[in-house]
């Protein structure tokens, strides 16, 4: 559900800060961090559903992609809130 409503709140502040257009100051950095943030979280929502889909053929637990993807994941996470944080941060 989380992933659902930061989807929502940076769909929301990528239309607030294209309606304020390049007369904002920090019009290209926060433009470029939404961006960065929603390109991250289509990214993990992809490799959880691949992550699912491998560990059901292959098995639980079973085999370093498996493993590789999921530390993947956690970091994507990590990048995608801290880039929300930074945008939250340098609006308004």
């Given at each position: 559900?989380?992933?659902?409503?930061?989807?929502?709140?940076?769909?929301?502040q990528?239309?607030?800060?294209?309606?304020?257009?390049?007369?904002?100051?920090?019009?290209?950095?926060?433009?470029?961090?939404?961006?960065?943030?929603?390109?991250?979280?289509?990214?993990?929502?992809?490799?959880?559903?691949?992550?699912?889909?491998?560990?059901?053929?292959?098995?639980?637990?079973?085999?370093?992609?498996?493993c590789?993807?999921?530390?993947?994941?956690?970091?994507?996470?990590?990048?995608?809130?801290?880039?929300?944080?930074?945008?939250?941060?340098?609006?308004?």
């Open positions: 559900i989380m992933d659902v409503a930061l989807l929502m709140a940076n769909a929301s990528l239309k607030a800060a294209l309606e304020q257009g390049p007369r904002f100051s920090l019009y290209t950095p926060i433009i470029t961090l939404i961006s960065i943030s929603l390109f991250l979280q289509v990214t993990v929502g992809v490799l959880l559903i691949f992550i699912v889909l491998l560990s059901v053929l292959v098995g639980v637990g079973e085999g370093r992609l498996l590789f993807f999921a530390v993947y994941v956690r970091v994507n996470v990590s990048i995608c809130v801290s880039a929300h944080v930074l945008c939250m941060s340098w609006s308004k």
